[in-house]
Nanobody
Framework: QAQLVESGGGLVQAGGSLRLSCKAS????????MAWYRQTPEKQRELVAG???????NYAEAVKGRFTISRDNAENTVYLQMNSLKAEDTAVYYC?????????WGQGTQVTVSS
């Protein structure tokens, strides 16, 4: 059964760092485009960062220079390194896997940045 499981969220002070992980199972991970999205009660789910099967990356303007997405195909895992965190980064972060007609989501992990 295809599944994405996120981990690494938590509470951190502004200016701090966190690394989110998303481990995939039940899919041929290396061919999937992977991405991180985030959502708050006030805003729709938005793309934070994406990485293609060949390693090309893209980022939301709000996180450029602070966040880094990477993937380890041997471990079926995608990461999001978040540095210089701000209060406005507080959200539930979701992992996404997309390929052809498959669009798979994780359960989400809460990131809270205190100012």
């Amino acid at each position: 059964q295809a599944q994405l499981v996120e981990s690494g969220g938590g509470l951190v002070q502004a200016g701090g760092s966190l690394r989110l992980s998303c481990k995939a199972s039940g899919i041929f991970f290396s061919i999937y485009r992977m991405a991180w999205y985030r959502q708050t009660p006030e805003k729709q789910r938005e793309l934070v960062a994406g990485i293609t099967d060949d390693g090309s990356t893209n980022y939301a303007e709000a996180v450029k220079g602070r966040f880094t997405i990477s993937r380890d195909n041997a471990e079926n895992t995608v990461y999001l390194q978040m540095n210089s965190l701000k209060a406005e980064d507080t959200a539930v972060y979701y992992c996404n896997a997309e390929k052809f007609r498959v669009n798979l989501w994780g359960q989400g992990t809460q990131v809270t940045v205190s100012s």
